[in-house]
């Protein structure tokens, strides 16, 4: 029952604050539904509770965790990671703040000249591979007119791009635009 839920409550959603126990850490059916988050396209902001309860905390021990968290949610990692503890109302508003932030990460708009601009820069530094002597071009880049950030990309050879080059894609827009906590779609379309 509570993992129907869950579901429901996901489709709703436009962000989902996914808790996991700091005691415990990610548990396999918490991996279901953390997938099942960014398959349904929602923002995520990951809350480790319990925080008070681990022993010799200290900058290392939250870089450690926060590592491992990661490592454990790949490939989507890009998400914003809060520490708190519900007992003794530790870091409880910075929660909400960055719950906000990721929804405004969501419904960002990018205007489609700055990227153009931006985007057509790394691709000419590092252009996608060519397939059996054909070399595949990439003129056009425009946001899609959809709830959550979806790119498209017109090529000349579409079928060419792999998949490897659409994560690296992915990865540069989000390391220009700040798209944390929240899955980014791209789309290679025939020019």
Known sequence: Y???RSVRTIESADVCIFMIDATEGIQKQD???FYMCEKNH???VVLVNKWDLIEGKGTQTTKQAEEKIREQLAPFNDVPIVFTSAVTKQRIHKALEVAMKVYNNRIKKIQTSVLNEVMQKEIAHFPPPSLKG???NIKYITQLPTHAPAFAF???LP???PDSYKRFLENKIRMHFDFEGVPVRIFIRKK
């Open 31 to 33: 991996l279901n539904i």
């Open 134 to 136: 054909k070399y595949v």
């Open 159 to 161: 079928q060419y791009i």
């Open 42 to 44: 929602k923002g995520v």
């Open 2 to 4: 509570s993992v129907l």
């Open 154 to 156: 017109y090529s000349n």
